[in-house]
């Protein structure tokens, strides 16, 4: 049981991200290929699946987008690297979209466990839907995960992705469903002087605590 449970600790937030060297669509590939550039770096359950390959699809599609925000994608399963090239193929045959992002083959499950992508109460075999964002000092910034029968929302990872990199970018947050061009969340005020100032400054406020502004 306890070795169990040290296979699948999950990374959190915060956390740098596992490193890994591991055979892909694309040659081999080390986490510190990644270095300077944020990644998206996502599991999949297995290949040749509908769920599965609905979503590729859909990665496909915004993988353009992501590399307007400088964002690279890599995706992973524990099928083989014969089984996900030929899943590619199929892919761009039967649906004409082509995949243009690496997929790791971790038939070892290296990756998968270091990361905590197997999680036995949904599959003991499978990877379930994961997303790690990493940003480019490869810290996790973000985790999503999703069920087995539950295909992933390709304009929230978008919309995450611009959150966060307008949080570096501007020192501030984001409220709930906040999108590009909405405003942004002032960071709280730490003593009483700042909190009497900032009714002062501009700012939208709701009131001391709660105060937006326009990028």
Not at 50 to 67: D, H, K, N, R, S
Not at 207 to 215: T, V
């Amino acid at each position: 049981m306890e070795e169990l449970k040290q296979e699948i600790r999950l990374p959190r937030i915060g956390d740098p991200a596992p490193d890994f060297e591991a055979v892909t669509t694309h040659g081999t590939i080390k986490l510190e290929d990644y270095k300077g550039s944020w990644l998206v770096l996502f599991s999949h359950p297995a290949d040749f699946t509908p769920v599965c390959t609905t979503e590729f699809m859909a990665f496909a599609e915004i993988y353009g987008e992501l590399q307007k925000r400088g964002v690279e994608l890599l995706g992973l399963s524990v099928d083989s690297v014969s089984s996900h090239i030929a899943w590619a193929r199929n892919i761009e045959e039967k649906a004409g979209v082509k995949i243009p992002f690496p997929i790791i083959a971790d038939l070892s499950k290296e990756v998968t466990l270091s990361y905590g992508m197997v999680h036995p109460g949904e599959s003991k075999t499978e990877t379930v839907r994961c997303v790690f964002i990493i940003d480019p000092n490869q810290i996790i910034r973000a985790i999503l995960y999703y069920p087995l029968t539950t295909g992933r929302n390709m304009a929230e990872i978008l919309r995450l992705i611009d959150a966060l990199q307008t949080t570096d970018q501007h020192g501030v947050a984001t409220p709930a469903n906040w999108k590009p061009g909405d405003m942004v969340v002032m960071p709280p005020p730490k003593t009483q002087e700042m909190a009497e100032e900032r009714l002062k400054q501009g700012y939208e406020c709701k009131d001391w605590y709660l105060c937006m502004k326009k990028l």
